[in-house]
Antibody
Framework: VQLVESGGGVVQPGKSLRLSCAAS????????MHWIRQTPGKGLEWVAT????????YYAESLKGRFTVSRDNVNNTLSLQMDSLTVGDTAIFYC???????????WGRGTLVSVSS | EIVLTQSPGTLSLSAGERATLSCRAT???????LAWFQQKPGQAPRLLIS???RRATGIPDRFSGSGSGTDFTLTIGRLEPEDIAVYYC?????????FGQGTKLEIK
């Protein structure tokens, strides 16, 4: 199982960024996936979840309307579209695979998003 | 939102000692959806325990979890230098999924 995030970087406040998570080593289309972010100040924070088939999506309340999660089960890719970014969105973003009660055992190494003018 | 409060904030022990880390929730949790993670500097969190007490693949048996209701515990028996890390609890049974703020484990 491998998850590799990409797309992070330095972006100005108000701009957009799209993160990707390339999945391999498992049948991507059968797993619910998550995005989590980590900041020094707020620690680990759940961002979004998308069901295995993309039929349902869930977001942290504070991010609704700005962040959009999606997936491509043909190319085994999870995405996170982030709009109207603020300095407070500066964080390392991780993707993780869900396994119900067995927990979130697989995480990527993360991609750093830095929002700064 | 379920808030998880971990204690202590920092734990300093000697190698070979036993570590007890606490996680308290603001609401009763299903034991099926309480996890513990270990995070070392520059690394992603690593799942240690799921469903309160089930060790993840490859996790040594000196790591154990217990608890119910609002109080959960991660115990690390016979500390080793490699256990230096920050440990987080997580509830993943009810959205928004939440994490504790972490306990930093130091080896004297």
């Amino acid at each position: 199982v491998q998850l590799v995030e990409s797309g992070g970087g330095v972006v100005q406040p108000g701009k957009s960024l799209r993160l990707s998570c390339a999945a391999s080593g498992f049948t991507f289309s059968t797993y619910t996936m998550h995005w989590i972010r980590q900041t020094p100040g707020k620690g680990l924070e759940w961002v979004a979840t998308i069901l295995y088939d993309g039929s349902e999506k869930y977001y942290a309340e504070s991010l609704k309307g700005r962040f959009t999660v999606s997936r491509d089960n043909v190319n085994n890719t999870l995405s996170l579209q982030m709009d109207s970014l603020t300095v407070g969105d500066t964080a390392i973003f991780y993707c993780a695979r869900d396994l119900s009660t067995w927990g979130w055992a697989y995480w990527g190494r993360g991609t750093l998003v830095s929002v700064s003018s | 939102e379920i808030v998880l409060t971990q204690s202590p904030g920092t734990l300093s022990l000697s190698a070979g000692e036993r570590a007890t880390l606490s996680c308290r929730a603001t609401e009763n949790l299903s034991t099926s959806y309480l996890a513990w993670f270990q995070q070392k500097p520059g690394q992603a969190p690593r799942l240690l325990i799921s469903a309160t007490s089930r060790r993840a693949t490859g996790i040594p048996d000196r790591f154990s979890g217990s608890g119910s209701g609002t109080d959960f515990t991660l115990t690390i028996g016979r500390l080793e230098p490699e256990d230096i890390a920050v440990y987080y609890c997580q509830q993943y049974g009810r959205k928004p999924y939440t994490f504790g703020q972490g306990t930093k484990l130091e080896i004297k």
